[in-house]
């Protein structure tokens, strides 16, 4: 017995003439008194009860998060990783590990690798594969008749690890069939057994095909009709401890959560029961077809009579089969045309199952359910736009710590078996913290730090979004030095063009339209600029350069044919001009590219 139900403790607290405890109320004589007994409620509650089995999902899923492997880096990293993900399937071993320990309060679980059984003669020492051996067991000894020198007898039997492929199955054990013998309170060490089911000793004792693929330790002790001791650590326990006062009658058991919101479950289920009795008896109403009354003058009035009246039984009998055949055809047939040789009323009785749910009680069953569970009911009821408060998860996160934490002690006992399987180093493991509002918000800080420079792409970029950029900075360079040979291609081709016209065409002589001061008295020249490039007029140096800064402007912001028109038509009415103009063209395309290199080396290498 794990704990004391409400009914024992009313009976220890009597209250004499006093009147009922009220911790005496309608569910205590349901609740379960016995081990096997709490684990069918609990299994009730996980196979019928969507709400219970779903929200414990969704917390399982939440702190199921990637593995994190300690001390391992490049080849190794990544064969452990398709060691526990393809070999091993680990991610939904601990699911069901963890929802074993979260219904039943234990979970019970091996490592198990397989293996090749070896049968070697006793006489002859004729060592042959147990596959292609003939052999039964009797009373824990293995017989077999050799092949070689017909001798019939005793065998040594060995089973060899077979690790090609290397697959791990990961054995889930019926804590029904579980024993636990010489529980000590003060280590937390005990014997385990399992109650080998009849099923599979007599698979083992008849030569089924159980008796090559079981281990030869629990062929040995199904041979006996006995119940096989696990060998210490060879199985991994995980519990849901209850208090001291219960530990200690518990022997070494875990306490089904269930047990604890017994009453919550036992008023939820109440209610479902209400639910379905209303649906099943007062949503539909039945409906009744009935002869109508048939009126006849009577003195002053009209009487109405019964029409059963005068019908005699045989005549009640064809009306009652001539109402239900039409009934009947009606659906089979609801387009169909009936006729009845009398007038029929049609009634309906109950229908009033609405007014009777409440929707409320249901509700309060389910919040009181929940909250029993630890369950947040925004939690449960999360859509995929669904937002929570950092510290709201962190609390819940907080509660529920026990689960990771069982999850990550049997991780290290799954890791500590392959690994030594496998004669590899003793390796750990760990979940990853399942903070999802702290992970947006902390990568949303690396970002920023990264566009100042503060951290690398590698801690900003890489690793919390699991991005690979190996190989990708040749590719960036690649392409950076692509579009330099270009521009580059482009200018020598854009000078070639210019030196083409220039020798092409000679520069006109002064006082000629289009010379250096080919307007009246010096004026402006209405060269090809349109007007736009004075004449220099002998002007200085400063003023040259700033007349060049100021056309180098207008040009950069003209579409490329019409500025390389307008250089030409410069360069032919001042070569001079057309020199300085070129130059801040240049400066001013040098400064935009530096600008470039040095915002993409922060984007892609964090350098200031």
């Not at 998060?65 to 391992?72: A, N, P, R, S, V």
């Not at 060899?160 to 636990?180: E, G, K, Q, S, V």
């Not at 962190?394 to 991780?411: A, D, F, K, T, Y």
Request: proline residues 6%.
């Amino acid at each position: 017995m794990f704990v004391r139900s409400s009914n024992e403790l009313a009976n220890t607290l009597s209250v004499g003439d006093k009147g009922a405890s009220p911790l005496d109320t309608f569910c205590s004589s349901f609740f379960p008194t016995n081990r096997d007994a709490a684990f069918r409620v609990a299994e009730f509650a996980w196979d019928h009860i969507s709400m219970y089995r779903s929200g414990l999902e969704r917390i399982i899923s939440y702190f199921l998060t990637d593995i994190q492997l300690e001390g391992l880096s490049g080849q190794d990293e990544e064969y452990w990783d398709d060691l526990l993900n393809s070999k091993a399937g680990i991610y939904n071993k601990m699911k069901v590990i963890a929802e074993d320990k979260q219904v039943y309060g234990n979970s019970f679980s091996s490592v198990i690798f397989p293996f090749t059984r070896v049968i070697t003669c006793q006489n002859c020492y004729l060592t042959v594969v147990g596959e292609k051996a003939d052999y039964r067991v009797d009373e824990g000894k293995f017989i077999w008749k050799c092949v070689k020198c017909k001798h019939e007898g005793e065998v040594r039997v060995e089973d060899r690890l077979n690790l090609d492929p290397p697959t791990i199955h990961t054995m889930r054990w019926d804590p029904y069939a579980i024993n636990i013998r010489n529980f000590n309170p003060i280590t937390d060490q005990a014997d385990y057994y399992w109650n080998i089911p009849s099923s599979v000793q007599d698979n083992v004792n008849e030569g089924g095909p159980l008796l090559s693929q079981m281990p030869k330790s629990i062929v040995v002790a199904a041979s006996k009709g006995e119940e096989f001791k696990f060998s210490p650590n060879a199985i991994k326990h995980l519990k849901h401890e209850g208090l001291a006062g219960v530990r200690s009658k518990a022997n070494g058991w875990g306490v089904p959560p269930i047990l604890s919101l017994f009453s919550d479950l036992w008023f939820r289920q109440l209610i479902n029961k209400f639910d379905q009795a209303v649906a099943l008896d007062y949503l539909i109403p039945m409906r009744i077809v009935t002869p109508a009354a048939r009126g006849r003058s009577a003195g002053e009035g009209t009487e109405f009579e019964d029409p059963s009246m005068g019908a005699g039984m045989g005549g009640m009998n064809a009306m009652m089969a001539r109402l239900e055949e039409m009934v009947s055809s009606f659906r089979d047939d609801p387009t169909g045309w009936y006729a009845l040789p009398f007038e029929v009323r049609q009634g309906a009785l109950g229908g009033e199952g609405i007014e009777m749910l409440q929707p409320a009680v249901g509700e309060y069953a389910d919040s009181k359910l929940l909250s029993g569970m630890g369950v947040p009911e925004e939690f449960y009821q999360a859509n995929l736009q669904w937002k929570a408060t950092p510290e709201a998860m962190r609390v819940m996160e907080r509660c529920w710590q026990h689960l990771p934490q069982g999850i990550n002690s049997w991780i290290n006992f799954f890791l500590e078996k392959v690994s030594i399987v496998l004669s590899h180093k003793p390796i750990k493991g760990k979940l990853a913290p399942p903070s999802i509002q702290d992970d947006m918000m902390r990568k949303e800080i690396l970002l920023n730090m990264y566009q100042r420079g503060d951290v690398s792409r590698e801690k900003a970029i890489s690793q919390p979004w699991n991005i690979n950029f190996e190989g990708d900075d040749d590719n960036i360079m690649e392409e950076k030095r692509q579009q330099i040979d270009l521009q580059k291609r482009m200018e020598s081709e854009f000078e070639a063009e210019e030196l083409a016209y220039m020798l092409g065409r000679q520069p006109p002589e002064e006082g000629q339209p289009g010379g250096p001061a080919g307007g009246p008295a010096g004026g402006p020249a209405g060269g090809g600029m349109g007007g736009m490039v004075p004449g220099l007029g002998g002007g200085s140096l400063p003023e040259m350069e700033e007349q060049a800064t100021h056309l180098a402007e207008q040009l950069l912001g003209m579409p490329a044919p019409a500025r390389d028109s307008e250089l030409r038509a410069l360069k032919a009415e001042d070569p001079t001009l057309h020199a300085l103009v070129t130059a801040k063209i240049k400066d001013s395309r040098s400064q935009v590219d530096r600008e470039g290199a040095i915002q993409h080396r922060q984007q892609v290498y964090g350098e200031a």
